[in-house]
DNA sequence: CATGAATGAGCATTCATTCAT
DNA sequence: CATGAATGAATGCTCATTCAT
């Protein structure tokens, strides 16, 4: 408590609010978690979360922009690379795992809100965005290194790669498959999408 | 009006009352809407809806249900047909829009809820399963025929396109893609993965 | 309960309420008076006040304009009187108690509330207006029938008249005169402010 | 800034600090002034003023202790003034306004609260009572010399004095008078008090 | 069957006050 | 002396549900 008005305390404080947001509305969803809950798990009265938030509302965007942010790093990470392609798809279900350990519910009550809340689907759509232009970079770059075939839609495929993407995160909660499994699922159908765009046949 | 008491009257009313709801939910979701906003929205008094359904919850289920067989007996019918996959493929989006008209919303609130409710997730569950069983029973059938080489991993293809197909609504939203767009984007990667498990070359 | 629905049975439980209401706010005042205090009173629960009026503000204004009529009834019934003024005067205090049994407290609110307020000081200055005007006609009805000169001031005495009707008011809680004394303050006053005006002498 | 500590500091910082509170308190009325609000009127931080004032209702205590002993002196100087009072009631409407600049609605919200709260009360009724002693001592002497009837009602024409007087400030709130008309209904009421009184005649 | 008045649990938010720095 | 982050009691209002008519 040394520390209390250092602006780097500040930033961690407001950090921790939001894992603990996360990891309430992850349980409860949005509207069934109380802000009582939220300053509870992290051991705090509900009086100082409205000192780093201006309400509920507005801690569940900040909460977004930051669940947001870390998948976005994921994913350009992820189609950034130079490398083999395949190797990559094969190491991804474990880091994509990583990356939603319980935000999985949060990621749709986001998507169901944005319908409805033009600021939150701003938001999602910009990220959104950035993940499409820079899986269309990748395959760009495939072509021109001769490793894809030159007909192929890029703007296609690449909205293919994100859907594919997205649906998993259904998938896993409606089909309810194994780990193991739905990595298997992601590379087989990546691996059949990649083979049929291959310039190497 | 004699014949108010019929089941078929019932029936009926009970069809109309989801209907409303459907509208509700998708404009405001699920805990923004009032049961007296259903019940404006059909004509009838607020106390009237609880003798077709037991709670907001009991008639949300009912919604799920009734949507839910929607979108089965689209997605089923197209992979039941025994005619060139792809054809049909291309004929899909129009169904796939018309089927899911305003109720994307509902759709990912439903899938963010049954993580909470077990009860819900069951339901989800055992119709997301009937439609993966029809996807890996049209995947053999090609198999069987000869259009399909025989070493594809029928399961992961089947999940695969499944993730494709419901991340196509998730798509729909944040990248906000024109209908044409959207349609080129399924066919498109569709083909690829056709493509792919074809044994034709 | 039998009535439930009547408009009377509405009205009359309107009116119940704000009976409730000036009693908690005239021991409590505006702020500290709950309102579930408020049901408490007439035995009906917190929600059912907002069936009859939209907000505790909503609830404060009815009352202000329940009284306000009370008063202004009151006020210019004597002033209407073609008789003996100051046999009507004598006669005045039992009846300005009587109108404000209690409601002193709230009387002061609303002129407090009322200078932030601009719906609530319209209320008010339409209210004090109509008092005003029936004063003045009072006066001039006194100089026709030649028991006033002619030269009085007449929006003057009129509204001195009703700033000493006000201020008694305030007289009451400050000074913590008897009811007797009271009265006698209002009668000598207006006797001495009434014989200036005579033009018996 | 080293004598900060002195008692005059304090006393003069007490003093900004009620002024700030005024100047608030007029606006927004007691309840919607946050301590905050002063504090940041007078740039200090909030926890300061509890350095000065136990807490909010002893600061209000404070500004109305503060404010009657201002109000005590304007009206006392003006009654205890030997001269012609006619004279003196002509100059008195630019002191009376002067005095109650803004401060109206906390001089009403005062009396409402003073109902509820003896403390307040007490210190009101002390106020009020000097005052009602110095005009009766200034009816008598005006008795004395002469000037007035030996048989007026003393008592009460100093009540209805001060009764006029409290309700002049009613009368510019809810009559919205302007200025010179507001003088004149005090000029004339008390010109009509006076002059019944009077024994030249 | 249908109604809608009444209920009361439930929660977001505010703000006076404290106290570690 | 001064600060302002943290506290948590307090309360207006909503809305699913019930039930007398």
Chains 1, 2, 3, 4 share one sequence.
Do not use: H
């Amino acid at each position: 408590m040394r520390t209390r008005a250092t602006s780097q305390y500040r930033a961690e404080l407001r950090e921790r609010i939001i894992q603990s947001a996360v990891e309430n509305f992850a349980k409860k969803g949005f509207d069934k978690t109380r802000m009582e809950d939220i300053a509870a798990s992290c051991g705090l009265a509900k009086g100082t979360l409205y000192l780093y938030f201006k309400s509920k509302e507005d801690l569940f965007f900040a909460l977004c922009e930051y669940n947001l942010e870390q998948l976005r790093n994921q994913l350009s990470r992820l189609f950034s690379k130079k490398e083999n392609i395949m190797s990559d798809a094969e190491r991804f279900y474990d880091e994509y795992r990583r990356a939603s350990l319980g935000a999985d519910t949060i990621w749709f009550e986001m998507i169901a809100l944005s319908t409805r809340n033009p600021k939150l689907r701003k938001i999602l759509a910009e990220n959104q965005n950035k993940v499409y232009q820079a899986v269309k970079e990748f395959l760009k770059a495939q072509i021109e290194r001769g490793f894809f075939r030159e007909d192929i839609d890029v703007d296609a495929i690449a909205a293919g790669l994100i859907a594919l993407y997205n649906g998993l995160a259904t998938n896993k909660l409606l089909l309810q498959t194994s780990n193991s499994e739905s990595q298997r699922v992601w590379t087989e159908t990546i691996r059949a999408i990649i083979g049929a765009a291959s310039s190497k046949q």
